[in-house]
């Protein structure tokens, strides 16, 4: 079992920053990819960035690529998703989720556990 818990959401005007955090526990962290995904109002949940296992690789949607930026602290048990530049299309609720595999994945289906996310509000 692996249980994940995702914080620094909030509402924030168009053009700010934010930092999320995803705190893991439960297994070896460290072996495993994560990813971050995002779930607006009537839509489906979107792939948004992901990271091997070390951190040497990350995946970012094209919608958010130049503005967000993925990284892991492993000795933290702790993967971030830095995003900056917000526009109001990125209001969602924002969640991560691991892999159970060292190779990251944009396929949604490809995560075996997820958090239950953290809510992010760009106001324009």
């Known amino acids: 079992q692996v249980q994940l818990v995702e914080s620094g959401g909030g509402l924030v005007q168009a053009g700010g920053s934010l930092k999320l955090s995803c705190a893991a526990s439960?297994?070896?962290?460290?072996?495993?990819?994560m990813g971050w995904f995002r779930q607006a109002p009537g839509k489906e949940r979107e792939f948004v960035a992901a990271?091997?296992?070390?951190?040497?690789?990350?995946y970012y949607a094209d919608s958010v690529k130049g503005r967000f930026t993925i990284s892991r602290d492993n000795a933290k048990n702790t993967v971030y998703l830095q995003m900056n530049s917000l526009k109001p299309e990125d209001t969602a609720v924002y969640f991560c989720?691991?892999?159970?595999?060292?190779?990251?994945?944009?396929?949604?289906?490809?995560?075996?556990?997820w958090g239950q996310g953290t809510q992010v509000t760009v106001s324009s």
């Open positions: 439960g297994r070896t962290f460290s072996r495993y990819a």
């Open positions: 989720a691991v892999r159970l595999l060292n190779i990251a994945s944009q396929i949604r289906g490809e995560y075996d556990y």
């Open positions: 990271i091997n296992w070390s951190g040497g690789r990350t």
